[in-house]
């Protein structure tokens, strides 16, 4: 939702609620790397959340085709 400031209403409020939690943490190590810092204009969590449930996805998988 950071990619639309302007949005507000309940539909901005759930989704708010359900995906904070997971973003704060990316967003708070983003910004000690080069993408971020204090002239960042783009917010990379959502993208840097779904790599890393892609990722967990298929060591997941790995892990349970090997069983």
């Excluded at 939702?1 to 973003?23: C, D, H, K, Q």
Aim: aromatic fraction near 18%.
């Amino acid at each position: 939702m950071s990619w639309f400031p302007m949005a507000r209403g309940r539909l901005f409020i759930l989704l708010y609620n359900v995906t904070e939690p997971v973003f704060l943490p990316i967003r708070r190590l983003v910004q000690r790397s080069p993408l971020g810092g204090p002239g960042s204009f783009i917010d990379f969590a959502p993208l840097f959340a779904f790599l890393f449930m892609f990722m967990l996805r298929d060591i997941i998988i790995f892990i349970l085709l090997r069983l």
